[in-house]
């Protein structure tokens, strides 16, 4: 375990872009100090593509976003951190940088080729076995084929500072230095300045210039060029020239292709399946050493403190990438990944990681604050609304299975191609068997992928393999003799080791964003029983947390992983914690909800145009209201304009009545006239949804302090998501990206503060009075990390001592250390949550006087047993120990 001093005690997420910048921060950091922040945990803060909300289609490593500020700026803010005892975790993104024009190096590969210093620092087969991409990048921008979008002018030959450029879309990628030779024999009587300009540009490409020499030579040449007439006029001519514009074309380093044309074919790997997003070989050491030079400064000069790695899963040796960052940053550096963990599985404690950053906390607490056994009566229900989607795990096959067969199409190709260019089959094997064997494992991979690195392979890779195999070989029993060599590839005696090897990592690279397409971003739109559990990390099916499994889970994290994160949200969830709540809160009222469901089906369906919605989407449409339902209960129109284009990406994610390649247009506005005429002032719907909504918010609100208080005491670290100190009713991204007011918040706080001192008893009644707006959980955030804060120990290295059982109906443990403990308790639900007449049953060497942080009121234990009446007063309990 590292110091008290490196991790962090808490985390604040900043989603920075050009509308929250670095001065927008610096605003703010009194109120996260006052909030007890310690940690601020950055997006990716270095140069993007212009525009990004996000930052993880990086264009420049080396640089930080001027959208959001300036390495002065981050120098200030540093200072300003240290003042306050603060310090900053930074997300990193070592897996892909932007396809994009604004990627310097990408450029200058592009226009080089071979002689580029970057030429091999991108994960593109240049070697690829279609001819017409041998040597060259294909770039799947256009929205028609090359030949015709050149016969329309789509592509044009243009010039800048940088030099010689063809635009199409507005974006501009240089001119190949082999295309120099064809423009110099093209024209007869080329005028002096533009020969010599071509001459030049030709014998200087040839030279093993450092591309800031390169830079600067065509700078200098196109200064005083592009001033002139003589440019145009040249310009003008190659573009008339359509036969010349194509031979131009064909003499790059990169071919523009129709976006749909990697479907078929694709040389490069892709973030998932986003083609603007170009992979990194992260696992050369000379990428490695120069992505994160400028990274390494800023951690040297005492800029940054620790690391948030994105996307681990996407490196092809994701151990290996971990020790060189341990090496180059050293063991003070605190260092976390994301890592989505399958049930059952856990971070490799090799990796020398602190932890991960909390979606198995999210889905532990997320199913601890749900009741099963009216999760499990809505499930039925839902079930037999909808026989087709009863089977979830076979739902879950077959949508990766169109995944693989569709967006992956290609890559599915590749890896075929690739293992027999390994020679890991016969060169006789049924080439289309052996690829559907293969897909078909993939399909079936219980967890993201595996790690292999070393032969033979751990017995825990071999038996996630195996299990993965078994699965597959169940659904395609004729293709035995397929499975039978695939697991040939990690048997002890396989000839050719190190080539397995090699191949399983390959791979692996590609079986995660499978699961990631074909789960989360369709499956979790179609299966839609409660959508609470349709989360990043969570699953809604098959996964269960009792209370004595979050002891045991609470317990093993203190052990292993104290660093990890627990998030409740992120920018990747699909929907707000406080959303998420209020759904489960569905599983409390089970027969409510069937029947108001039935009752809404029945009431709307005068809106329902011929087949739109489909039952299910209007199923999905109901829980995402009560999910996202403003808090003062005005259904303005911008919740509605906010829930129609969730509506719209939810329905294309789903891939059934629509999707995002060719969009049923039809379809969606009949969704979209559908939740309109929902909140038409002169329908019943309103009324009934505001009588429904008074139900939920009687229950909702206690429990998401449940979530809050659970979040921030037990093991790990508490990272609160921008804004989220109050309701977080929000959407999946881009609406979880919406900016915060934090002048409502600073005042507040600054209310709640002064209040305290002065009249505790008007404070927590004022607090109740406005619960709809989120007060009583900023209050909780706030006294419960000021309270972590100054008892770091406690929390940090301090022990776990379940004091609850599965029968009670709330959580109950204690954090110690040496002679510090507290006690944590939180209500979860339950029918009868009445707490008068309860006890919580104390160990007897644990002190007898307790003091509530929240309320200021003092308990006696009696015999041992704690009274829990003070719940009735306010929902949950931080207690300290009183001495004397």
Known sequence: MK?????????????????????????????????????????????????????YDGIHPHRINPAIGTLDDLRRISAALKQRGMTWIQDIVPNHMALHPGNAWLMDTLERGPSSPWYHFFDIDWEYRDPQLHGRLMIP???????????EKQITFTAGTEGFKFDTGGLQFPLSATAYNILLDAFDNLHPQIYECLLTLQQNSRLPLLPEDWSAQKQRLFAGLLQTTVLNEFLEQVNHHEALLTLLLEQQYYL??????????????????????LTLRMEDKQVFDTWHKFLHELYQEGLIQGLRIDHIDGLMEPAMYVRRLRERFGDGCYIIAEKILAEGESLPENWHLD????????????????????????????????????????????????????????????????????????????????KAALGLWMVCMPVYRVYPEIW?????????????????????????AEFTLIRSWWEEDFEKPAVALKFLKRLMQFTGPLTAKGVEDTVFYVYNALLSHNEVGDSPAGY???????????????????????????????????????????????????????????????????????????????????????????????????????????????????????????????????????????????????????KINQHAPIYSLSQLLLKITAPGIPDIYQGCELWDFSFVDPDNRRPVNYLNRINMLSLMQQLEKDDPAALIKLLKENRHFGWEKLFVAAKALQFRKAHAALFQQGSYLPLSGDQDPLIAYARQHEQDICLVIAPLLNADNNMGQRWLVLDNDMPQQWRNIFTGERVTTENGKLPLAFLDR??????????G
Not at 19 to 44: C, M, N
Request: net charge negative.
């Open 141 to 151: 921008f256009l929205d028609r084929p090359l030949p015709q979008a050149i016969a």
């Open 456 to 480: 033979p392979l751990p017995e825990n890779d071999i038996h996630i393999l195996e299990e993965a195999l078994t699965a597959a070989a169940q659904r395609a029993p004729a293709l035995t």
């Open 256 to 277: 523009f292709t129709h976006w749909r044309e990697v479907e078929q074919r694709i040389n490069y790997r892709r973030f998932f399946t986003v083609n603007g997003l």
């Open 544 to 694: 269960k947390c009792t209370p004595a499994t979050f002891h045991e889970r609470s317990i093993k994290r203190q052990e292993l992983f104290p660093g990890s994160l627990n998030a409740t949200a992120t920018h990747d969830t699909k929907r707000g914690e406080d959303a998420r709540i209020r759904l489960n809160v569905l599983t409390l009222l089970p027969d409510l909800w069937i029947q108001q469901v039935q009752q809404w089906h029945a009431m709307n369906s005068v809106f329902r145009e011929e087949t739109a919605p489909a039952q299910n989407d209007e199923y999905f449409i109901y829980q995402s209201i009560i999910a996202g339902f403003p808090e003062n209960n005005d259904p303005g129109e911008d919740f509605i304009t906010r829930l129609s284009d969730y509506l719209i990406k939810a329905l294309r994610e789903s891939k059934e009545h629509s999707n995002w390649t060719a969009p049923d247009e039809a379809y969606e506005n009949s969704c979209l006239r559908f939740i309109q005429q929902l909140f038409s002032p002169e329908h019943g719907f309103q009324e009934s949804l505001r009588i429904f909504m008074e």
């Open 3 to 55: 110091t008290d001093t490196t991790y962090p005690l808490s985390t604040y997420r900043i989603q920075f872009n050009d509308a929250f910048t670095f001065a927008h921060l610096e605003e703010i950091l009194d109120y996260l100090q006052q909030l007890g922040i310690t940690t601020i945990y950055a997006s990716p803060i270095f140069d993007a593509v212009p525009g990004s909300l996000h930052g």
């Open 355 to 434: 932890g991960a950053t909390g979606y198995e906390f999210l889905s532990d607490v997320n199913h601890l604050l749900t009741n099963h056994w009216g999760d499990e009566k809505i499930s039925r229900f839902y079930r037999a609304l909808f026989p087709g989607l009863a089977k979830y795990r076979q739902l879950v096959q077959n949508k990766k299975t169109m995944i693989l067969q569709t967006q992956l199409s290609a890559e599915w190709d590749n890896l075929v191609h690739l293992l027999f260019q390994y020679q890991l089959a016969p060169k006789n094997t049924d080439r289309q068997k052996l």
């Open 874 to 883: 306010f929902p949950v309990a931080l207690l300290e120990m009183v001495s």
